[in-house]
């Protein structure tokens, strides 16, 4: 039996390069791991509807508080809905 290295089977020296490269650029952002129970699954999309219902209704009242200046963007987008009742009012 041949007894220390071989000639031809040495392996490489591992690169601790990319460790480190990977290590000074971590992503940003939280990390997220999808539950697997089904009580959790169905607890994890009642809180996402929750969340686009609340953001929804605040992203409302932005625009409702937001109209009722001058020079605003989002006039035109609050004021539709009140310009449809009114004729409906008048007729």
């Known amino acids: 039996m041949v007894q220390g ?3 031809g089977l040495q392996q490489k020296a591992s690169s601790s390069r ?3 490269k990977a290590a000074a650029n971590p992503k940003k952002g939280k990390r997220y791991v999808a539950p697997k129970k089904t009580v959790l699954v169905k607890q994890a ?3 996402q509807q929750l969340s686009a ?4 209704s605040i ?3 932005m625009v409702s508080a937001a109209s009722s200046g001058k ?4 006039k035109n987008v609050a004021s539709q809905p009140e310009a449809s009742s009114s004729k409906k009012a008048k007729s």
Do not use: R, S
């Open 18 to 20: 990319h460790a480190a």
């Open 59 to 61: 992203e409302k009242q």
């Open 5 to 7: 290295k071989t000639k």
């Open 45 to 47: 999309a009642m809180h």
């Open 53 to 56: 219902k609340i953001n929804h």
């Open 71 to 74: 020079l605003t963007i989002m």
